[in-house]
């Protein structure tokens, strides 16, 4: 029969661990059940050098399995468990190959010696500045597990926020990609038809019309070479806007767009004031606080921003006096809850009620982004049929006055 390592909870918050022989996570989650705990996790004990678990290639860590990782490594050590201990089962549950290769070579160097968040430094692809500094203040004040506490609800409220935003717009992203398809397809199948009629028909034809014809004729014979035009064209994009300039070039349209302003500022908004807030609440200088918020900010604005006045409040300014010059991009709100916080010596506190703020307001602008898109996409679409039908059909009515 198997056996499981298992980590339990009772309601009253009293911990249990430890290796248990049992048929599956089932029986295991019943029998604990019985006993008044519920099952945190169970984890199968397959021998030396073995684990549970089936690993894919990839190339890259999804924020969902950094958040796994952080909360089981929160409970295990809650349980009492040492830090390679947990790690080594963590290597276990873990299903992305990166983050595993990452997890075992940590293990590996904290049983040499080196602490924890100085291995974590070998993989800032994975794990950001902004946990590196939590883990390196748990460390030092013996609070491990409330900063990965709060490392765990930082990443849900990233998480929450990037779902959001990306289900706003999955409803836009599939209406262009069917107009361009169906376009595509006209083009290469009606448009060839239409063409051999005119032609037939010895008739002179508009310039939108023969724009048409001539399009519709080359997706015909030439597909391949448009699909491939398309694919090369994204990806220069993507090279482009990982430049510096391209990226600011970005960042300074999103903060222009009429729709999407408000939203990019209450994001930036929200990702500034929680993440100093939970940095300066642990015990974390607040110049170093801005410094590593301005590696989670996604635009480079706010980046450019905070680095500078993290500057001026090393000389000695006040944060809400060297913040107040950026009222271009920060809210007036916060800027003044900043000051009452400095005032009140409640600066944690308000910052993360500011930040529970912008993010209901993120929520409530993505709730409402697909009825705001929804009629534009609407014009968009009405103007491309609308010209595709009056190139067509002008050259029949030129023919019908001439016919009079």
Known sequence: MPQFFYI???????????????????????????????????TQQLGPGKRFSFALPSFGVPLKEK???????????????????????????????????????????????????EALTRYPDIFNDFFQSMVKVG?????????????VNQMEKDYELRSKIKGAMIYPTVILIVMVGVGGLMLATIVPQLASTFK????????????????????????????MAIAVAVVLVMQFLKTNFGRRLMDNGMLRAPILSPIVKNINAAYTVRNVSSLISSGVSLPRALEVAAGT????????????????????EKFSDAIAVYDKIYPATAIQMIAVGEETGETG????????????????????????????????????????????????????????
Not at 206 to 223: D, L, R, S
Request: with cysteine; glycine share 6%; proline share 2%.
């Open 67 to 117: 958040i796994f990782f952080c909360r089981n490594l929160q409970v295990m050590l809650s349980a009492g468990l040492s830090l390679p201990r947990s790690l080594s089962i963590l290597e276990m549950q873990t299903k992305n190959a990166h983050l595993h290769s990452a997890i075992t070579k940590i293990r590996e160097e904290i049983n040499r010696g080196i602490t924890f968040s």
């Open 139 to 151: 460390e030092e004040t013996g609070t491990m597990e409330n900063v990965l506490q709060i490392s």
């Open 297 to 316: 900010v996604g635009n480079i604005n706010y980046r450019d921003a905070l680095l500078t006045i993290k500057e001026k409040v090393k000389k000695g």
């Open 349 to 404: 506190t308000i910052l993360i009620k500011l930040a529970e703020f912008y993010e209901t307001e993120v929520n409530e602008a993505t709730k409402n982004l697909t009825a705001v898109i929804e009629p534009l996409l609407m014009i968009i679409i009405g103007s491309a049929v609308g010209f595709f039908a009056i190139s067509m059909i002008q050259p029949m009515y030129s023919m019908l006055d001439a016919v009079k």
């Open 200 to 227: 037939d028909l010895g008739t002179d034809l508009p310039p939108t019309t023969q724009f048409i014809i001539t399009a519709g004729m080359f997706m015909q014979k030439f597909w391949w070479a448009a699909f």
């Open 8 to 42: 339990a909870k009772s309601i009253n918050g009293k911990e249990k661990h430890g290796v248990i022989e049992s048929q599956d996570e089932r029986e295991i989650a019943h029998s604990l059940h019985q006993e008044g705990f519920v099952l945190v996790s169970a």
